[in-house]
């Protein structure tokens, strides 16, 4: 299970679980527990697809929140290589909300640039997009390393994620 802390009005604790069905499509799970009101603010499940010869990734769930209630989404991403390498890469990707009546509800775009600095440093990678949202216009930046993730936008929209540390243990029997 991977865990995070994440920080943009209040501290929230998300983790997300993904369990393979095989080698191309798994089931992820995900949560957050906002701790300004000590309740969940959602959960989610959604079955993703990975289609690896054509550097595309589709998904379909299901989504409650607080404040929309249940909802399904579709969302899906394609990768454009700008090398041989694939260490810079051109996506576009989006999603699609729908309420009980399958009304369309905050559709989402993006067309970005995402170059990925493998060992950067010693046991450290670091991604750096830089994109633009389509339906709400705005141009936004990602700086990602191992352990924590910086999102912005220009409407001066920010997070900051810290994702947990796996330590590896050995459990000792005294028999």
């Not at 993006?110 to 950067?120: G, K, L, Q, R, V």
Request: aromatic share 12%.
């Amino acid at each position: 299970m991977e865990t995070s802390l994440r920080y943009s009005k209040s501290l929230r604790i998300h983790a997300k679980e993904k369990l393979p069905f095989n080698s191309k499509t798994h089931l992820q799970l995900h949560g957050e527990l906002d701790t300004g009101t000590g309740s969940p603010s959602y959960f989610s499940a959604m079955i993703r697809h990975l289609f690896p010869e054509a550097l595309t990734g589709l998904g379909v769930g299901l989504h409650y929140d607080k404040r929309r209630k249940l909802r399904s989404h579709v969302r899906g991403k394609k990768e454009f290589p700008m090398g041989a390498n694939k260490l810079v890469t051109f996506n576009v990707k989006g999603r699609c909300d729908f309420d009980q009546d399958f009304n369309q509800k905050n559709p989402i775009g993006a067309a970005e640039f995402a170059w990925n600095i493998m060992n950067f440093k010693e046991d450290q990678d670091v991604r750096i997009k830089v994109g633009y949202e389509v339906f709400n216009k705005v141009p936004y930046m990602q700086i990602r390393e191992n352990n924590w993730t910086l999102n912005a936008n220009m409407k001066g929209k920010w997070n900051l994620s810290v994702y947990h540390v796996k330590i590896k243990t050995n459990v000792f029997k005294i028999i």
